[in-house]
Structure formats: structure tokens, C-alpha cells
């Protein structure tokens, strides 16, 4: 497999290249707006539209910004793309969904293979567990920017699709003045230290509690992570798809 690698000065772009060497995956290309001539093992450009040779993938760590070239470059080559950059405006979702009606676009938060299992229980949870009240911790290191993560929203639509409409999500209770409503849905953000990801997802009950963790010890796990969802792509007509299709074609 030949991938792209969006972001390929930044951290996850740096490991995605790693674990790329590891696997035996070939870098075409990285594109990274930040590249002054810096030494690398692969060709960089500054932009998506520079792209100097086709791959069977693009796999993408920057930043939403990037997104009209990036799917540009994609749809002109007909290749398909992973996204795993978070904090995309509605807009920018919308032309997600337009370019996978042309093109394999699988789209996550959180490309850690634990994590989207952590979905699935999630979801079970939500479904069974009925009149239990649900709340949602995420915890990252200082210098994330976006609040909460895309991996909290995730795992809050994974609660949603089983709980109805009803559901509303209630991001911190600071100036609250009203008991908790039956469908709220607590969503906290923690920032601080190195921490690389925390998400907790508690149920509480008369009586008793199920609380479900995740925690990533290392960015390696979502360039990994990263990696298989690419070799699912390459093999997919034209859609849009998810980490959890990803392990569903695990779980066969």
C-alpha cells in the first residue's frame, strides 16, 4: 500500500510515518504547510494540490482548514482519504458527504481501534441500561485546542442514537440553576499536563454504576489505528465510513 500523509510535520504525522516504516507501507508524499526544506524520508510539498505522483490513499492529521485542497486533490485523483482531524464546522462536514458520494471517505475522531470499541459497549450500554443517567469525562494534555474532543461528541451520538431525540447534551453545569433533566447528557473537558487521551463514559443507576475508560498511553495507537483503516478503505466502493465499520469487518 502507497499512502499521502497529511500533517507530516506534525506529531501524529511524524508517527504515522513511523508506524508506516514499521508496516512496510510505502510514503509517496507528505504535505505540510510548515515545510521549509526540512530533511525527511519521503518528498514534502506545502500543499495538497502539489502532490507529485498518485498513491491508494491519503491519510490526514492536520487541520480542518486544509479541507476544500485536500478533497480537491483527492477527487482529481480519484484517492480515496482518511480523516482524522477534529473540530470540522458543519459546512465542512457537508462537503465531506458530498465528495464520499464520488470517493471512499472514512472520517473518525478517534482512530484508536480501543476507543471505537469503547463505542460499540457504549452503545450496547445506552440501549440496555434504560432510565440510567449518562456522563461523559475526556481528558488531554494542555495544548489541545478544541472543547470537548471529537472523541466526547462521538461517543455522545453513540448514546443519542439509542436514547431518541430526547437526549440533549449539557457541556459543564456552571450557572445551572435546575436539577438534572431525564435526557441531559453531561459532557466535561479536562486540560492539563501531557495527559494524551482519557474518555470516561459513566452510567449511573439506583443503586449502581457501570463506568466504561478508555485510556491512550500512546500516539502510536492512533497512527496504527491510522494504518488499518487506510488498507480497509482501498478495498471500499464509494462511501462515507467510520472507525466502527472498521471493527464491525473486524468482528466479521
Same mark, same amino acid.
Given at each position: 500500500?502507497?499512502?499521502?500523509?497529511?500533517?507530516?510535520?506534525?506529531?501524529?504525522?511524524?508517527?504515522?510515518?513511523?508506524?508506516?516504516?514499521?508496516?512496510?507501507?510505502?510514503?509517496?508524499?507528505?504535505?505540510?504547510?510548515?515545510?521549509?526544506?526540512?530533511?525527511?524520508?519521503?518528498?514534502?510539498? !506545502?500543499?495538497?494540490?502539489?502532490?507529485?505522483? /498518485?498513491?491508494?490513499?491519503?491519510?490526514?492529521?492536520?487541520?480542518?482548514?486544509?479541507?476544500?485542497?485536500?478533497?480537491? %486533490? @483527492?477527487?482529481? #485523483?480519484?484517492?480515496?482519504?482518511?480523516?482524522?482531524?477534529?473540530?470540522?464546522?458543519?459546512?465542512?462536514?457537508?462537503?465531506?458527504?458530498?465528495? @464520499?458520494?464520488?470517493?471512499?471517505?472514512?472520517?473518525? %475522531?478517534?482512530?484508536?481501534?480501543?476507543?471505537?470499541?469503547?463505542?460499540?459497549?457504549?452503545?450496547?450500554?445506552?440501549?440496555?441500561?434504560?432510565?440510567?443517567?449518562?456522563?461523559?469525562?475526556?481528558?488531554?494534555?494542555?495544548?489541545?485546542?478544541?472543547?470537548?474532543?471529537? !472523541?466526547?461528541?462521538?461517543?455522545?451520538?453513540?448514546?443519542?442514537?439509542?436514547?431518541?431525540?430526547?437526549?440533549?447534551?449539557?457541556?459543564?453545569?456552571?450557572?445551572?440553576?435546575?436539577? #438534572?433533566? @431525564?435526557?441531559?447528557?453531561?459532557?466535561? *473537558?479536562?486540560?492539563?499536563? !501531557?495527559?494524551?487521551?482519557?474518555?470516561?463514559?459513566?452510567?449511573?443507576?439506583?443503586?449502581?454504576?457501570?463506568?466504561? !475508560?478508555?485510556?491512550?498511553?500512546?500516539?502510536?495507537?492512533?497512527?496504527?489505528?491510522?494504518?488499518?483503516?487506510? @488498507?480497509?478503505?482501498?478495498? #471500499?466502493? *464509494?462511501?462515507?465510513?467510520?472507525?466502527? /465499520?472498521?471493527?464491525?469487518?473486524?468482528?466479521?
Amino acid at each position: 500500500m502507497k499512502i499521502i500523509i497529511g500533517g507530516a510535520l506534525g506529531r501524529m504525522g511524524r508517527e504515522l510515518a513511523l508506524a508506516a516504516e514499521g508496516a512496510g507501507v510505502e510514503v509517496a508524499c507528505g504535505v505540510d504547510v510548515a515545510y521549509a526544506g526540512q530533511a525527511a524520508a519521503f518528498p514534502i510539498v !506545502t500543499g495538497f494540490e502539489r502532490i507529485p505522483e /498518485d498513491a491508494d490513499v491519503l491519510i490526514d492529521f492536520s487541520r480542518p482548514d486544509a479541507l476544500p485542497e485536500l478533497l480537491q %486533490a @483527492a477527487l482529481d #485523483r480519484r484517492m480515496p482519504v482518511v480523516l482524522c482531524a477534529t473540530g470540522y464546522t458543519d459546512v465542512e462536514l457537508s462537503s465531506i458527504r458530498e465528495a @464520499a458520494q464520488t470517493l471512499p471517505v472514512l472520517r473518525s %475522531a478517534n482512530m484508536s481501534l480501543g476507543i471505537n470499541v469503547l463505542s460499540e459497549l457504549v452503545s450496547m450500554a445506552a440501549r440496555t441500561l434504560e432510565g440510567f443517567d449518562v456522563e461523559i469525562v475526556e481528558k488531554h494534555h494542555r495544548m489541545k485546542a478544541d472543547s470537548p474532543s471529537g !472523541t466526547a461528541l462521538m461517543l455522545y451520538e453513540s448514546v443519542q442514537k439509542e436514547k431518541g431525540p430526547e437526549t440533549n447534551p449539557v457541556y459543564g453545569r456552571y450557572g445551572r440553576t435546575q436539577k #438534572r433533566a @431525564a435526557g441531559d447528557v453531561g459532557i466535561h *473537558a479536562v486540560r492539563g499536563g !501531557t495527559v494524551t487521551g482519557e474518555h470516561e463514559v459513566g452510567f449511573y443507576g439506583n443503586g449502581e454504576q457501570l463506568i466504561l !475508560t478508555h485510556r491512550a498511553e500512546s500516539r502510536a495507537l492512533f497512527a496504527q489505528g491510522a494504518l488499518r483503516a487506510a @488498507a480497509y478503505l482501498v478495498t #471500499r466502493p *464509494a462511501g462515507l465510513y467510520s472507525m466502527r /465499520d472498521v471493527v464491525q469487518d473486524m468482528l466479521g
